[in-house]
């Protein structure tokens, strides 16, 4: 089988047949009939349209336990985006890191960068997700006596000493970034997002994302309109880069495909700062 998707993904490559399904995407039939033929591989309007595809697919949500097992495996390697986020981390710090990690699952990337961060002196990580996943991640770290990693059970627990990490996790936010900023007590004075799936032309979409246990659907943004969003509330971005590990393959529209994910550090203008 994998043959046969490799073979149907190179000729979907060619470019008169690429032209013609851009065209086909332009009317809303046309849309429909790719979507179709797409299953959860389509573009979708909404997370509601999104989850439909996605539980047409028969697999799990994001709190399945073999998701939390594959992130886990993750955290003993970097990967390449990695090196750019712990290295803005280390920036961020100033000598005293502390880190609120949204999404950040059972601790993995605690567990990833702390060989890495040692240097800098004592680490403080807090980690925040589905209560489900948290009440695993608190188990797990008392396994390994990780005791400077800690769990929230609320975004409401976040300190302004803290850098906000968010790292494959933004995508599943569905709201405006103002209200993402909105959820935290006090702005977070830096932001690193990594992992997360942007487009340079096309406008924000939704559409699935799956691994071989899970599906779930994720909003495409805007780069420009998402960095715009950011420095209305007042933060400049310092960095961009690329998190080629991560792509999504969309065969049948052409023009909304990402060929890697990417990374941004964000920090908040200090009063007076142009």
């Given amino acids: 089988m994998d043959w046969i998707r490799g073979t149907a993904e190179e000729i979907l490559k060619w470019p008169p047949l690429r032209k013609f399904l851009s065209g086909v995407e332009q009317t809303p039939s046309g849309r429909r009939l790719l979507n179709s033929l797409s299953g959860q591989r389509g573009v979708f309007s909404s997370f509601a349209e999104g989850w439909s595809a996605a539980r047409a697919t028969g697999l799990a949500g994001h709190e399945d336990s073999s998701e939390i097992d594959v992130h886990l495996k993750l955290s003993k390697s970097l990967r390449p985006s990695d090196y750019a986020a712990l290295f803005w981390l280390a920036v961020a710090g100033g000598g005293k890191l502390r880190v609120f990690d949204f999404g950040g699952n059972v601790g993995n990337l605690y567990y990833s960068y702390r060989p890495y961060l ?12 589905l209560p489900s996943i948290v009440d695993r991640g ?5 396994e390994r006596r990780a005791g400077r990693l800690r769990f929230a059970d609320s975004t409401a627990e976040f300190s302004s000493s803290q850098v ?7 995508h599943y936010w569905q709201e405006a970034i103002s209200e993402f900023i909105r959820q935290f007590p006090v ?15 096309s406008p924000s ?3 699935v994302q799956r691994t071989a246990a899970c599906a779930f659907p994720c909003l495409v943004r805007n780069e420009g309109e998402m960095i715009a969003e950011f420095l209305a509330l007042g933060y400049r971005l310092i960095n961009k880069w690329p998190a080629p590990e991560l792509r999504l393959g969309l065969p049948l529209f052409p023009d909304r495909q990402v060929a890697r994910f990417s990374g941004f550090y964000f920090r908040l203008r200090a009063i007076g700062e142009g």
């Fill in 138 to 142: 608190r188990r797990i770290a008392e």
């Fill in 205 to 207: 979409f939704v559409t």
């Fill in 118 to 129: 040692e240097d800098l002196g004592p680490v403080e990580w807090t980690v925040f997700d």
């Fill in 187 to 201: 702005p977070p004075e830096h932001l690193v997002i990594n992992r997360t799936p942007v487009h340079e032309t």
């Fill in 164 to 170: 906000l990490l968010v790292s494959g996790t933004l």
